[in-house]
Each structure stands twice: as C-alpha cells, then as structure tokens.
C-alpha cells in the first residue's frame, strides 16, 4: 500500500513545493472546520491572501498549450511575459466596492494580485506565443521547434553474455 505522500509525488509531473503542501492542508482544515460547525467569522486573518489560478500545460504533436484559469478577471489586466525561458502570467481581481462591507454566509473567492510563472520548453520564444481569452481561461499556444517536439524513441538494451538473471544472484 502507498502512502498519500507517495501517491502524490507520483500523480505531480511538477517539483514538489512545500508552500503548495501548506495551502493544500489549509484547504483541507478549512473544510473541517466547516463540515464541524466551526464559526467562519472566528477564525481572524485564517484566510490566506493569496489568488493563485490554476495552470496546466501539455504539449499535443508539436504544439504547446498552456491554459491559466481566470475567472472573473478582466483580460485587459492580465500581463504575460516571458524572460530568460519563463512564462509570467500576473493580475488582479478586485472586488466589488457593494461586496466590501457584506455580511457572508460563505466565501471561497480569492481577490487581490496573483502571478504564475512556469518554465518554457526550449527554443518556445515570446514571439511564438499565440493567446486567446475565452470565459475565464487564458490559453496560450505556440508550435514547439523541431528539436523540441516530442518523439518516441525505441530503446534496445543489450545483456552481457555472463549476466545472472535477477534471481539467481548471490547476496
């Protein structure tokens, strides 16, 4: 049996950050803390400030997509960059002046500055980069260089003559 820790190493193709582990485990407390009856107004400055859209990127044949969930936010303030092979997306969601000063019942959305950034494949240059910003997804494209597109490459291993099978080696 694996552990969760194992699982989610193995399900992540990304490198492992301890502050998503921490954001993750605040979620999964803030929902305790819900299903148990624990008053939301109690818990002061328990609300993490921070947005963080979701990314996902794949390459497809020799093409990239790279989507950035962006609901709510107005395209016109989104900035993406790319510098030294890395993609920055950056914004902001403001709230509404109305929604300032509401009593909640619930609030799960997040609003202030965020900013992504994710490592290009190599030679995806900013002028290859098409975007698109359609109901709340930003969806950025581009054609992978030749060098860079995905091949499938057969491997052929050769077994020395004296090898052992595995299990008949000495310990």
Do not use: C
């Not at 407390?29 to 939301?40: A, I, K, N, P, R």
């Not at 947005?51 to 962006?70: K, Y």
């Amino acid at each position: 049996m694996r552990s969760s820790r194992e699982e989610l190493s193995l399900a992540s193709p990304e490198k492992w950050h301890p502050a998503k582990e921490l954001e993750r485990f605040r979620r999964r407390v803030d929902d305790l803390l819900e299903h148990s009856g624990f008053e939301q107004h109690r818990l002061k400055n328990w609300e993490s400030s921070s947005l963080r859209p979701a990314i996902e990127s794949f390459v497809n044949g020799d093409q990239l997509t790279i989507r950035v969930d962006l609901p709510g936010i107005d395209p016109e303030s989104i900035d993406v960059r790319v510098m030294g092979g890395f993609l920055t997306v950056k914004g902001s969601r403001e709230e509404n002046q109305e929604s300032k000063h509401a009593q909640y019942y619930r609030r799960e959305t997040r609003y202030g500055d965020f900013e992504r950034t994710i490592q290009l494949p190599e030679g995806v240059k900013a002028e290859d980069l098409n975007a698109t910003h359609k109901n709340g997804v930003l969806e950025l494209t581009a054609m992978l260089p030749k060098e860079g597109a995905s091949k499938q490459v057969k491997v052929q291993v050769h077994k020395p003559e004296d090898a052992k099978p595995a299990g008949d080696r000495e310990r």
